[in-house]
């Protein structure tokens, strides 16, 4: 059984960090290429970052440079540390999980609910 769950969200000011985890269980996620993406309540859901099984890694143009995807594969979490944060950072943050697919494809796949697995979210506000 998947089971993905996110933390480590918050509110924090214009420029702060933070750094969001999400743990996986259930099984080890090696083979699994993992991601982030997020979403706004009447906005589409943004694909961020995605880290594939060969360390592969993609980021969307808004957050390349101020956000970092990183796995550590023994504790089976997932990590993305958001820097120089803006108030339209501000959403619900999402972790996503999938087998056998590659950080490009999985950067524009994992906001469709047929990508994988989705965990529940942690909310981020920027003021």
């Known amino acids: 059984h998947v089971q993905l769950v996110e933390s480590g969200g918050g509110s924090v000011q214009a420029g702060d960090s933070l750094r969001l985890s999400c743990e996986g269980s259930?099984?080890?996620?090696?083979?699994?290429?993992m991601g982030w993406f997020r979403q706004v309540p009447g906005k589409e859901r943004e694909g961020l970052a995605t880290?594939?099984?060969?360390?592969?890694?993609a980021y969307a143009d808004s957050v390349k440079g101020r956000f970092t995807i990183s796995k550590d594969n023994v504790a089976n979490i997932l990590y993305l540390q958001m820097d120089d944060l803006k108030p339209e950072d501000s959403a619900a943050y999402r972790c996503?999980?999938?087998?056998?697919?590659?950080?490009?494809?999985?950067?524009?796949?994992?906001?469709?609910?047929?990508?994988?697995?989705w965990g529940e979210g942690t909310q981020v506000t920027v003021s």
């Open positions: 259930g099984r080890t996620y090696v083979k699994w290429c």
């Open positions: 880290i594939d099984s060969k360390g592969r890694i």
């Open positions: 996503a999980a999938s087998w056998d697919v590659t950080a490009n494809a999985a950067l524009g796949r994992m906001t469709s609910p047929e990508f994988g697995y």
